[in-house]
């Protein structure tokens, strides 16, 4: 069955969060699918560096009921068949308080509910679990993975958030590690897929070629539970030493 929703849940902050979510969606546009990112990590506001051009509109205003859900949509210039779409959080502090309010939770629960509607899939960007707006994002998602780092503080945090998920009774499905080739990586013994490192400015799951491409490919496979139909070379001989 596929999956429509797939909240991305950061272990801690710079755990990786941002760029999966982003490389999924690369991964999904490539195999003709349409899909949405919608940022719920009204802190730090990653998902903005990855849209081009001026935000008026996000997804702070949509959660304060100052802007509608369609006007904080913007397409990603991707050469892909599929349609990504980013609704990213870009804000002054004081809207970010009043995005993280009980009520404005409802309309988060409310977005991810529209986005689905909308797209074939949607991928929620969530940072660690401490506020209204995380707790709306993944009640609102039929699964979760938790994203930890492929370094001590991730593996040590991991059942942290584990616990907190299992607390507001939405436990996590699944776990993704980062980074896992980068220089004294640390093994996440829990992780169900590990992605490595790759161009620091991504996504680089647009080139099939990318040593990242394949293993995003597999995770968004069993995460959403769907064939998508893409083809990567097999390493030769020379490619292993």
């Known amino acids: 069955m596929d999956i429509s929703t797939l909240a991305l849940v950061g272990v801690a902050g710079g755990a990786g969060t941002t760029r999966t979510a982003v490389e999924m969606a690369a991964t999904l546009g490539r195999a003709d699918r349409s899909v949405a990112v919608i940022d719920a990590a009204f802190g730090t506001q990653g998902l903005a560096t990855y849209v081009s051009g001026r935000i008026t509109d996000d997804m702070t205003a949509v959660a304060v009921d100052e802007s509608a859900f369609e006007a904080a949509l913007y397409d990603a210039d991707y050469d892909v068949p599929g349609r990504v779409t980013f609704c990213p959080a870009h804000a002054p502090f ?6 993280k309010a009980p009520e404005a939770a409802r309309a ?40 930890a780092p492929s370094t001590r503080r ?15 009774d939405a436990p996590a499905d699944a776990v993704v590690a980062t980074r896992t080739d980068a220089s004294g990586a640390v093994a996440v013994d829990a992780a169900d897929h590990g992605l490595p490192a790759d161009d620091p400015v991504g996504p680089s799951a647009l080139d099939p070629d990318s040593p990242l491409a394949p293993a995003v490919a597999t995770a968004v496979s069993d995460l959403f539970g769907v064939d998508l139909g893409l083809e990567f070379e097999e390493p030769g001989l020379f490619d292993r030493l």
């Open 94 to 99: 004081e809207r970010i308080a009043r995005a």
């Open 108 to 147: 988060v629960e409310t977005a991810v509910a529209d986005a689905a509607a909308r797209f074939d899939h949607v991928l929620v960007d969530v940072p660690p679990v401490a506020a209204n707006q995380a707790v709306a994002a993944l009640a609102a998602a039929d699964r979760r993975a938790l994203v």
């Open 154 to 168: 991730g593996a040590d945090l991991l059942p942290r958030q584990r616990g907190r998920l299992r607390d507001i």
